[in-house]
């Protein structure tokens, strides 16, 4: 099997002078759940290349087995510094998709056409694609076959609103995507803040939080499991 992992390539916080980017964490874990189960991995960007990592999500209050063994990883950091732009992606080439979050998604990944068209090549295709914390923004502008919002009437969840006001951050973000989702007739699912929390309705897999981030790559691999 090979999964395709999809990072913002956003490094900037608003409209304020801070850094932004992926969330370290939410790549790490669902990465080493993926390759410790002997599945490929190719990591991809809307640039290419190196992506921005949040540099909040790199301090030691953040820190883990799973990114404390990245950061040893000479082989997943190649990999991460060599990222595939978007454009040259094909969903036809993948089992599945996962987004890792970070705030960045809420900027380019909610917007991207070409983010936008591969998941829905990916859904068109029968494939699951899977999400985690902000990376659901990517969702914003994604559609079905009958042209309703992929998200309409279907349990999903992602960094909620009283997680967004703890980080201080609700003024910041381009949009709440509790309420984003919500809007597009998403069924939000809201555990306790900061506690693991993945849903799953059919196709589409989301975790709530970075405490998600392992459980949601392990259900995404846990449907390929059962359709294969």
Known sequence: MHILMVLTSHDRLGATS?????????????????????????????????????????SPDFQTADTERFKKDKAANKLLANTLPLAQVRAEDYDAVFYPGGHGPMWDLAHSSYSISLIESFLQQDKPISFVCHAPAALMNVHDKNGQPVVDNRAVTGFSNSEEEAVGLTTIVPFLLEDALKARGGRFVKAEDWTENCCVDGLLITGQNPQSSAATAQALLDRLKQAA
Not at 24 to 34: D, G, I, Q
Not at 43 to 53: D, I, M, N, T
């Open 18 to 58: 801070e850094k932004t980017g992926f969330w370290l964490e939410e790549f790490a874990a669902p990465y080493y759940v993926f390759h410790d189960a002997g599945i490929k991995v190719t990591v991809a960007s809307p640039k290419g290349g190196q992506p921005p990592l949040d540099p909040k999500s790199d």
